[in-house]
């Protein structure tokens, strides 16, 4: 059902986007304001990420236990990993003067990086199910996985600032 919806949706995407280019062909963004786009754009998914995290961490810092909202957390963090790997293999931005965290080793070793999206991916749904059986100990005791999994990816391909 969320398939077909989503299926749905991206064919619509496609028409409305398809028109919108016709209609502005001449003021094509440059390969510049591409890259800048690009970078923004993966830096959202990520503020999203880090969104959907911080209540969860809250709770393994002792905020009152909310299974419902971890769960749900849970969820919507692994549905924004997969898009991680697409976010850069849309456009390499290492040529261009971007403002960004993102080691080049994201373009040398995309299958690398994809691991380590997909062990978000995979952290997420684990929690998830743990947090579905609202058991406080057993949900936050999960936790260090899925946390753990972020910072393992900023730890190989992200600048280092923390
Ligand atoms: C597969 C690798 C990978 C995973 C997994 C990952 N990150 Fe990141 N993260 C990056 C990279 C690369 C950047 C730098 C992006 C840039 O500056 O273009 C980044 C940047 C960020 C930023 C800064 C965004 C900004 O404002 O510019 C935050 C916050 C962040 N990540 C949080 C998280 C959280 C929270 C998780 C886990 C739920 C996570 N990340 C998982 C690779 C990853």
Redo the contacts with the bound molecule.
Sequence with gaps: MIKKALVLISALAMLVSGTLFTASAQDEPTPAQRAAGA?ET??SV??L??F??IPIAGMAQGAPFDAELAEKNARN?AAL?PM??DL?SAMD?RDFD??????DV?WEDSAG??E??Q??FEG?NAFAEVAAGGDMAATLGAFRG??G??G???DD???DND
Excluded at 98 to 103: D, G, H, N, P, R
């Design positions: 970078a993966r830096q990520f503020k990420l880090y959907n995290l963090i990993a991680i790997p850069f931005t971007v403002e960004t965290e993102a080691l994201i990086f994809a380590k999206a062990a978000l997420a899925l946390g999994s972020c393992n990816c900023h391909f992200r600048v």
